[in-house]
T-cell receptor
Framework: AQKVTQAQTEISVVEKEDVTLDCVYE???????LFWYKQPPSGELVFLIR??????QNEISGRYSWNFQKSTSSFNFTITASQVVDSAVYFC???????????FGQGTTLQVKP | EPEVTQTPSHQVTQMGQEVILRCVPI?????FYWYRQILGQKVEFLVS????????KSEIFDDQFSVERPDGSNFTLKIRSTKLEDSAMYFC?????????????FGPGTRLTVL
């Protein structure tokens, strides 16, 4: 079965704290793609990152970093020094190689308080 | 920067009525998608479209739904006879065919309210 699990439903932090959003996926494919999208209160889905299964390098983009570990089927997302503007729902998604569709997790609602 | 656009942003309709949701994908993209998100829930795949035909569809995409690319720019989702449970945010997405740029970009969504 192809599945994405985001066990954290809601996270609340105070501004400037670091926060990690967990994502665990299931697939039997050897080639697949993982994504993170941000959904701010305005409702749109904003692409953050794509990671291919054959590229396990971690990535850092400003305050954002992603830790991809195939051994544990996890693709976690860390925000360093969180800001109020980071408040949103964050979705992790899986795209198996033999399909174009994205399989989304349930999302994690992040609230950053001033 | 090119982006996916959707119209209308909000559609209110009566149960049993037909609705057409419109999308303009990014111009050089070849794969098109519709997803829906019931309020407070996860985003669910409905259908994918390539080369003027459906390439994949989910169980949700039953005979009440249809998609069309009526011209070179628009991509539409039609719901023939809306039900209360069709109330959701509908997202259109597109991507380029090339694997190296395999990212789906989403439109801002259309909020459909069925009364």
């Amino acid at each position: 079965a192809q599945k994405v699990t985001q066990a954290q439903t809601e996270i609340s932090v105070v501004e400037k704290e670091d926060v990690t959003l967990d994502c665990v996926y299931e697939t039997r494919d050897t080639t697949y793609y993982l994504f993170w999208y941000k959904q701010p209160p305005s409702g749109e889905l904003v692409f953050l990152i794509r990671r291919n299964s054959f590229d396990e390098q971690n990535e850092i983009s400003g305050r954002y970093s992603w830790n991809f570990q195939k051994s544990t089927s996890s693709f976690n997302f860390t925000i360093t020094a969180s800001q109020v503007v980071d408040s949103a729902v964050y979705f992790c998604a899986l795209r198996p190689s033999n399909t174009g569709k994205l399989i989304f997790g349930q999302g994690t609602t992040l609230q950053v308080k001033p | 920067e090119p982006e996916v656009t959707q119209t209308p942003s909000h559609q209110v309709t009566q149960m049993g009525q037909e609705v057409i949701l419109r999308c303009v994908p990014i111009s050089n993209h070849l794969y098109f998608y519709w997803y829906r998100q019931i309020l407070g829930q996860k985003v669910e795949f409905l259908v994918s479209f390539y080369n003027n035909e459906i390439s994949e569809k989910s169980e949700i995409f039953d005979d009440q739904f249809s998609v069309e690319r009526p011209d070179g720019s628009n991509f539409t989702l039609k719901i023939r006879s809306t039900k209360l449970e069709d109330s959701a945010m509908y997202f259109c997405a597109s991507r380029v065919a090339a694997q190296s740029t395999d990212t789906q970009y989403f439109g801002p969504g259309t909020r459909l309210t069925v009364l």
